[in-house]
């Protein structure tokens, strides 16, 4: 008869993985093999993916930030071979995010090379949960609004997914010495805010928030974390942590600012979950 994993196991697994630890650590820490770790990982990542799919759908959203966090897989790029650099899955990997500046809901996001086909497909992702209104001509006041850096292929991307239903500001930030922020951020000189379309006041051009929750994906992803060996082998690896991450973060842990859940602030759902309701 075939070993099967306790519930309490598989929940003790996920809560470490949540809470930053390494693969290899966590198998220390449970005593299983890495092998079963990462089984545990990438089955809870797919479940996850699924429910928010499935969960994040109609969002009445005013204000979406959207930004880009850089991480690598298997090797950094310029360490890939000359047919290692066909593969997209090996290389620098970047990870789309889109952050609901009020709720704090990370509400849609991808994995992939940082180039005009993942930006599409995320901006296409992000249309099919948003709530936009139904006719182009309603005021913008009532469009939703996303600020983006200065990326090339965002707005395209925004115009073709959102047509004139959604409002599209960037903000470029510039650093006096930008090569002194290896280990500490470097001093912001000035923001340039351009209006791209529809943005009435430029001055709420802003992707503080999604940068400030870079730092958040640092801290309880390991994979994230720069001069480290938690870097991923795989890329299904990488987009189930991720999944699981933004499952933990959105419906399992208490924003210290909302008092609540980001889900709960966002009406997505009335109560905290836990991770004993994914393993269930």
């Given at each position: 008869m075939a070993n099967v994993m306790s519930a309490e196991k598989r929940v003790q697994i996920l809560s470490l993985l949540c809470e930053g630890n390494s693969i290899r650590g966590t198998s220390r820490l449970v005593g299983s093999q890495i092998r079963t770790v990462l089984k545990q990982l990438v089955a809870a990542g797919q479940e996850c993916q699924a429910f928010l799919n499935a969960q994040?759908?109609?969002l009445k959203l005013r204000h979406v930030e959207i930004d880009e966090i850089w991480t690598f897989c298997q090797k950094k790029e310029r360490r890939l071979g000359f047919f290692e650099k066909s593969d997209p899955e090996l290389g620098d990997q970047y990870v789309f995010t889109a952050l609901?500046?009020?709720s704090k809901l990370l509400v849609s996001f991808i994995v992939g090379k940082r180039n005009?086909?993942?930006t599409q497909a995320f901006i296409d992702d992000l249309s099919t949960r948003v709530v936009s209104p139904s006719s182009p001509n309603a005021p913008w006041a009532a469009k939703p609004q996303l600020s983006t850096d200065g990326w090339q292929s965002y707005p395209g991307a925004i115009l073709e997914s959102f047509g004139s239903k959604a409002s599209h500001g960037v903000i470029i930030k510039n650093y006096a010495e930008p090569e002194t922020g290896r280990y500490a951020p470097p001093e912001l000189s000035n923001a340039d805010r351009r209006n791209i379309q529809g943005i009435e006041h430029v001055r709420t051009i802003c992707t503080s928030h999604?940068?400030?929750?870079n730092l958040t994906i640092r801290t309880f992803m390991k994979r994230f974390t720069r001069l480290s060996l938690g870097f991923s082998r795989k890329m299904e690896n990488?987009?189930?942590a991720f999944a699981l991450f933004a499952f933990h973060y959105n419906y399992v842990r208490i924003h210290r600012?909302?008092?609540c859940t980001p889900a709960m602030a966002a009406g997505v759902t009335d109560r905290v979950w836990s991770l004993k309701d994914l393993v269930a």
């Open positions: 994040h759908r109609g609901d500046q009020d005009g086909e993942t999604v940068e400030r929750h990488l987009r189930a600012s909302l008092k």
